[in-house]
C-alpha cells in the first residue's frame, strides 16, 4: 500500500543535464514538500506545496524548479546539475494543519 | 528557524543493551516527531507527541516530550539489530508554518548482533 512513490529510485545525469524527478501521493494530502538530503545529515527543505501555492525557501539555489500539476503529482526540476546536487531527494505528504509528514523512499541523484 | 540538537550523534551498541537518544531546543514546539530512515530509504514516522510531559510507548521504544515541549528523547530497551537506523527529531515550526518541520541532524544508531 504505498502511500507515497517516487520515481525513479536511482537517476544517474550528467553535468548541466537537465533532470526531472517525480512524486506521487494515494494520501490526499493538500501539502508536498521536496526535500534534500546529504550523507546522513538531516533532510534540508527546498520548497513545498500548500494545495497549489508554491513556497520557495529562502536559500533554495534557482537551480532547482517544482511544479504541482494536481493533488496527486508533484515534480522537482534541476535545471543544469552539479556535482554538488548529487544527494538524496525526498518527497513528503502532509494534511496541512496537521503535523506528521510521510516520505516517499526517495531518489538518489548522482552526478557524473 | 527553530533549532533541534540531537545527541549523541553515534552509537553503537550490543544487541539486547538499552539506549537514549535525546533532542533538545531551546525554542518551544506544537509538537515532535520521531523518525527512523533506513539507509537507502525515506525516513518513516514512528511517533508524534504534542502535550508537555507525555511519554508515548511503541514496543520496545519510549518516547518523551519534556514539560516545556522544547526537548524530547527516545529510549530502546533491549535493542536488535532491526533498530539500527539513522534516528530524526523533528520539531513543529510556530504557526501559520506548523506545517513546516524543524529536523535534529540525526542519531546514527548501529546495533551488533
Known amino acids: 500500500d504505498a502511500m507515497v512513490i517516487q520515481n525513479p529510485r536511482y537517476q544517474v545525469t550528467q553535468f548541466g543535464k537537465p533532470v526531472t524527478l517525480s512524486c506521487s501521493q494515494t494520501?490526499?494530502?493538500?501539502?508536498m514538500y521536496w526535500y534534500q538530503q546529504k550523507s546522513s545529515q538531516a533532510p534540508k527543505l527546498l520548497f513545498h506545496y500548500y494545495d497549489k501555492d508554491f513556497n520557495n525557501e529562502a536559500d533554495t539555489p534557482d537551480n532547482f524548479q517544482s511544479r504541482r500539476p494536481n493533488t496527486s503529482f508533484c515534480f522537482l526540476d534541476i535545471r543544469s546539475p552539479g556535482l554538488g546536487d548529487a544527494a538524496m531527494y525526498l518527497c513528503?505528504?502532509?494534511?496541512?494543519?496537521?503535523?506528521?509528514?510521510?516520505f516517499g523512499p526517495g531518489t538518489r541523484l548522482t552526478v557524473t | 528557524t527553530q533549532l533541534l540538537e540531537q545527541s549523541p550523534q553515534f552509537l553503537s551498541i550490543q544487541e539486547g543493551e538499552n539506549l537514549t537518544v535525546y533532542c533538545n531546543s531551546s525554542?518551544?514546539?506544537?509538537?515532535l516527531q520521531w523518525y527512523r530512515q533506513e539507509p537507502g530509504e525515506g525516513p518513516v514516522l514512528l511517533v508524534t507527541v504534542v502535550t508537555g510531559g507525555e511519554v508515548k510507548k511503541l514496543k520496545r521504544l519510549t518516547f518523551q516530550f519534556g514539560d516545556a515541549r522544547k526537548d524530547s528523547s527516545l529510549h530502546i530497551t533491549a535493542a536488535q539489530p532491526g533498530d539500527t537506523g539513522l534516528y530524526l527529531c523533528a520539531g513543529s515550526n510556530s504557526f501559520p508554518n506548523d506545517y513546516k518541520l524543524s529536523f535534529g541532524a540525526g542519531t546514527t544508531v548501529t546495533v551488533r548482533a
Open positions: 525554542s518551544v514546539f506544537s509538537s
Open positions: 494520501l490526499n494530502h493538500n501539502v
Open positions: 513528503a505528504t502532509s494534511a496541512g494543519g496537521i503535523y506528521e509528514q510521510y
